[in-house]
């Protein structure tokens, strides 16, 4: 079992800056990959970005890509979402995710094996 507590969301205003921590407890050891999602209303979950356990290779979706930056602390079991220009259209409630076997396609169509409880973002105009 991963237990996964996301904090860091809140409001801000657009053109500002947030930084999401995801703390992973338990069975870390077996993760093969840490991810963000997210869901905005009245719109279905959607991937957000994505590394591998390692640090090796990271993801993001087209709508993040240059704003979001992913990374990872394994000596904490921490993985952060550096969101800078931060638009409305980004306010949702930001969701941590692992997968423990892979691939990554698997995990980037939202098919991931612990999720935390989730953290509000709300980014006004």
Not at 70 to 78: E, L, P, R, V
Request: charged residues 15%; proline residues 2%.
């Amino acid at each position: 079992q991963v237990q996964l507590v996301e904090s860091g969301g809140g409001l801000v205003q657009a053109g500002g800056s947030l930084r999401l921590s995801c703390v992973a407890s338990g069975r870390t050891f077996t993760s093969f990959a840490m991810g963000w999602f997210r869901h905005r209303p009245g719109n279905r979950r959607e991937f957000v970005s994505a590394i591998r356990w390692n640090g090796g290779s990271t993801y993001y979706s087209d709508s993040v890509n240059g704003r979001f930056t992913i990374s990872i602390d394994n000596a904490k079991n921490t993985v952060y979402l550096q969101m800078n220009s931060l638009k409305p259209e980004d306010t949702a409630i930001y969701y941590c995710a692992s997968e423990a076997k892979g691939p990554i396609v698997t995990m980037m169509r939202g098919e991931c094996d612990y999720w935390g409880q989730g953290t509000q973002v709300t980014v006004s105009s």
